[in-house]
């Protein structure tokens, strides 16, 4: 199935590079070169997925992130030269789904692209809500709610919450996360479930006497507080 991709990168050759490949998949793929511009189509255009360098002119790639997941829940591939944990972690707290390092190979971007792809489709794709107490996930419209709040969450932040959310008071470990939500396609590190949950628990759990709903369990994983217990 045909997806809209709009691809954010300054280095222009790179750019056809990965438009190329992109567009041999059957997608429509449109390019930016600079920061503003690419907050500029993606809220024109309204793609299915971006693919994102970090260093860009104008508004580096972290700050489009940032701007663009406050509006939407677009699927966002960060591309860097940068390839130290803490950049990485970085990238996902402001909303990225996916991590890229330079240099990387275009054939690993389109299977990532894919990967992204398929898991929003899927997510979108069941009409079901889930509720667990004062927490409701509409799937079909990729939307959770708290006490009747929106709460915007990345694409990863959903599928983890989803997850914990269909089984109330059920262990999952990081492994299992990552199976479940990462798929077999990439190295995710546990780390980096860490950086989801961490940021689900902001997202959720406001202030000093908000009640725990994301519960470590210490030697196995996270689980979603059962509502009824």
Known sequence: MSARVLVAEDDEKQARLIRIYLEREGNAVQTVHDGRSAIDR??????????????????????????????????????TARSTEEDMLLGLDLGADDYMTKPYSPRELTARVRALLRRSRAAGGEPTVIRA?????????????????????????????????????????????????????????????????????????????????????????????????
């Open 42 to 79: 993606a809220r024109a255009i309204r793609p299915d997925l971006i693919v994102l360098d970090v260093m860009m002119p104008q508004v580096d790639g972290l700050d489009v992130c940032r701007i663009l997941r406050t509006e939407s829940q677009v699927p966002i591939l960060l591309l």
């Open 133 to 229: 107490g004062a927490l409701e996930i509409d799937t079909a419209r990729f939307e959770v709610r708290l006490a009747g709040e929106v709460i915007a969450l990345t694409g990863k932040e959903f599928a983890i919450l989803a997850l914990l959310a269909g089984e109330p008071g059920r262990a999952f470990t990081r492994a299992q996360i990552i199976d479940r939500v990462f798929g077999f396609e990439q190295n995710v590190l546990e780390r980096t479930v860490d950086a989801h949950v961490m940021n689900l628990r902001r997202k959720l759990e406001r202030g000093p006497g908000a009640p725990r709903m994301l519960e470590t369990v210490y030697g196995r994983g996270y689980r979603l507080a059962d509502p009824d217990r």
